[in-house]
């Protein structure tokens, strides 16, 4: 798996997860996780869609 793409799925799924956790119990937390969450989604997409281009039979692999 692409280096970068493996950061950007862990780091989205770590601040998805605490962004969950802070829902109800804080919500400044819970906006703050979220955002992170939010901000590397969008990166993790836009660099799944690039490594497709360099390759459309990846996820074949």
């Not at 937390?29 to 590397?40: A, V």
């Not at 990166?43 to 074949?60: A, F, G, I, K, T």
């Amino acid at each position: 798996m692409d280096p970068r793409l493996a950061e950007l799925l862990q780091k989205t799924s770590l601040y998805g997860t605490l962004a969950k956790y802070y829902e109800h119990i804080n919500p400044r937390w819970h906006m703050y996780f979220y955002e992170l969450h939010f901000n590397y989604e969008k990166q993790l997409v836009e660099h799944y869609w690039m490594l497709r281009e360099r390759n459309p039979n990846m996820d074949n692999e």
